[in-house]
């Protein structure tokens, strides 16, 4: 839980950014990204808040050597970051909403620097700071008769005062502006960075022996499939001496194994990974069975664009996953 009574170490205007199937969209609300050390626990906490409701939604704990905070240069149209685990796939996006993005770097450095010391025993932060004294001074004084059992809960009092004193500091940092001066628009929806792209030319040169061998005995297909082929004078003389069945699966069998059909369907993969083919596929899939598989499209769902248009394939008797 966030100390709401410990002052905030750093703060900036920033929004989240929510992971759906494999792009990273915005959130439109203004929110406030601060660094607190709790009182509590003295250990260094991460919030993330609603201005406009003041709800608190994170509060994630920085464990040194577990999180980092760096930016995503993927994005191209606003500035977004990653507080990222680094022993886990766990992440949270942000993107910055301050006018301006010159402090933008200072303040990733800073919330790393306040990561790495995460949490500290009373004794050392206190130390640190000057207020007490380190396990060496505490010795010396023992040694020459201060210390002794019954100045045990004298100490112990003394300590608890000075615990509860002990306030952390308020960092010289650009606080928030409660006016409503201009921010910085959120960014586009972009890919993920770290998501596995599914290559199809891969998958059909290693893995579609089997679904190949399914489609081409399917005489439907192979006509629908044929009629997006040039027409091969060789093929009408074949299919009229009653062979059509071998030669026609040949000639699609041709075309799926070469080179520039590897090459266009990889292009393809690359472009449904992105979001990007919805208008060029609407007018392809353009009745409402394929609705789902336009908006698989559009998110760059290309697991999910290949189940729907499966599933929806009317003369497919199979299972449907």
């Known amino acids: 839980m966030a100390d709401s009574e410990a002052p905030n170490l750093i703060e900036y205007k920033v929004g989240r950014m929510i992971l759906l199937g494999k792009m990273i969209e915005p959130d439109d609300r203004k929110g406030l990204l601060f660094v607190r050390r709790s009182a509590g626990d003295n250990q260094v906490h991460i919030n993330w808040m609603d201005r406009k409701t003041g ?7 920085a464990t040194p050597g577990d999180l980092e905070f760096r930016r995503i240069d993927q994005c191209k149209t606003g500035r977004v970051y990653a507080l990222k685990y680094t022993r886990s796939t766990q992440r949270y996006f942000f993107w910055m909403q301050e006018p301006q993005a010159d402090k933008d770097a200072e303040f990733c450095q800073r919330l790393n620097e306040l990561i790495a010391t995460g949490a500290r025993k009373w004794d ?7 207020d007490v004294d380190t396990d060496v001074e505490q010795e010396n004084r023992h040694q020459r008769g201060f210390g002794g059992s019954e100045n045990l809960q004298v100490l112990d009092e003394m300590r608890q005062m000075l615990k509860n004193s002990l306030a952390p500091k ?52 192979r006509e629908k499939l044929l009629a997006q082929l040039p027409r091969d004078p060789d093929v009408e003389e074949m299919n009229k001496r009653g062979n059509s069945c071998y030669y026609e699966s040949q000639i699609i069998l041709d075309h799926l194994r070469s080179p520039q059909f590897y090459e266009t369907l990889s292009y393809f993969s690359l472009g449904l990974h992105s979001g990007v083919p919805r208008s060029v596929l609407q007018p392809v ?34 299972p449907t996953d």
């Open 170 to 221: 308020p960092e010289t940092w650009p606080q928030t502006n409660k006016t409503d001066e201009e921010e910085a628009v959120a960014p586009m929806a972009f890919q993920d960075p770290d998501a596995e792209i599914l290559d199809l030319a891969t998958v059909l040169r290693f893995y579609g022996a089997e679904a190949v061998e399914n489609l081409l005995m399917s005489p439907r297909r």
């Open 285 to 318: 899939l353009n009745n409402h069975d394929h609705r789902e598989a336009l908006d698989a499209a559009q998110s760059g769902d290309i697991e999910r664009f290949l189940r729907v248009l499966h599933r929806n394939e009317r003369d497919y008797n199979g």
């Open 55 to 61: 709800a608190i939604e994170l509060d994630i704990l």
């Open 124 to 130: 050392e932060s206190a130390a640190a700071e000057g």
